[in-house]
């Protein structure tokens, strides 16, 4: 098999070097090779897979390394109907370590199936599925694959590998031991370096014992003890949350936030307004830090700190609570509070229906929010936690304030033409120093942060220490994590607020499966992010100017960052 594979490679660059011999003759030059790249990276774009294919097998002929060149030649050649010529570029794209070599082999299945070559296709398949293709179950709806469906020699292995069986009518037990048998496939399928922090064998053990368990457990406890195998592998990412379960329709209709000085209801409906800031003492007649250690349990995490994210994310769920074995039902939660006038009393709140507007870090803006008692205007950092992007010059401190609160275009504007605008607009002002507030960001997409990074290092009067900032805290996650640690890594940053729930290098990219019969959804992370250096094992990112956000700064309009940054400034000097 490697032996033909081999020869189908050799024979894709020879193919090419005797279609374009005159051309290889004589090298283009630089300017000219870049050109015909780029006329095929537009012709492919546009759909034209003639012209697209023809302006990529120049650019190979005259440069056969660039597996992306091939990759895309092989697909052009695919959807103009070449399919021989596809399995020919398609092969050498993964011999060279194509990007993503799992959807080039995919998509080599394809080209294989069109060609009429079903045992190729199928063996191609199976290869793109041993290196973790994400979305198996959408293959057997594939029109790319209809040949192998109704091939009654592949049938039944092309519905093995794209685990298409139907499950909607199995008995409950049934599907849920289907479930957990599925999930097992997944996660030694397509996690990244799975098991690393726990051995398989245990793994397997804890499937094992919760699906034995599933008889005499309700459906809340099991997909509990989902949470709890997912957050024993041992990374944020991969994890089963409690939004994305398909029957959790109904939650408590308050916002709960864990500072240094306790758990808190920082807003609620309307209906609740007399808990708006209470401190949260029990939970149904447990101590709340007992409560959070038992979420603390079934939350998947990077480090000891992740708590602060998630366990107030979590305890809005009574289902969750339920599956614990903490309340009876998953309609409500009983609660004793310390209320804003400071009277301990206990009370119940009823859950609600699910409200797309709500936000899990700046929670509904129509509830009462404890911070609007104070009187008083919101400091900046505290304003606008909804808008994925903004900034302010701030003229009286000489700074640019730049609230980055998603890693993500905006409707309407690119993230790099906003970054451009940003940074037009610094250097249009008296700007001294550049604030970026990433308390509050969620993650995104990574590879948006090149250009911001390269945006600062091009300006070395703001390119130093003193000058240049940035605020992170236990929801500086994910992407905004891999830029904290560019801004780290590369510029003279000098990091203020809290420590981040993740480390430098992590395993961390959402991939989300659907469990088949019960419609739970969990992510299992395949990716590894190594955005510092390979020696770098910080199980954080730790702040030089530490400045903890407690429940009394906040509810009195105070922001200890920002606060902490405009000291630093009006000092006169900055420690190297």
Known sequence: MVGATKQRCAAAVMLLLVATASAAAQRMAPAEYLRTVQEGQTRFSSGDWKGASDAYSRAIADNPHVAGSWFLLGLARLNGGDARGATLALEKALELGADQPRRVAVALARAHAAAGDNAAALGALERGIKLGYRERRALWDDAGFSALRSDERFRSRFERLAASADVTKLAREAGWRWDLNFLVEEIERTRFNAFRKTSQADFRREVELLAAAVPHLSDEAITVGVMRIMAGLGDAHTNAIPEGVPKWTRTLPVHFQLFEDGLFITAADSALADVVGAEVLEVAGRPVRTVLAMLDSITSDDNALTIIRNGPRYLRFPQVLRGLGVVPDGERLPVTIRDARGAKRSTVIQAAPNDPAFSRIVAHPKWIHAIDATPGRLPIGFRDRRTLQWFEYLPDSKMMYFQFNNVTDMQGESFAAFTRRLFAALDSTAAEALVIDMRWNNGGNSRLLPLLIQSIVERPRLNQRGKLFAITGP???????????????????????EPTVSSPNFVGESNIVILPWSGVPVSISDYFWQTSWPTDYRTT??????????????????????????????SDRVVP
């Open 541 to 570: 990112l730790a702040p030089e100017l530490y400045t903890p956000l407690t429940f009394r700064l906040f509810r009195a309009k105070r922001d200890p960052a920002m606060e902490a940054i405009a000291a630093m400034r009006a």
């Open 475 to 497: 929801f500086t996650f994910s992407a905004a994590m891999n830029a904290a640690t560019m801004l780290d890594r590369h510029t003279q940053v000098m990091l203020v607020g």
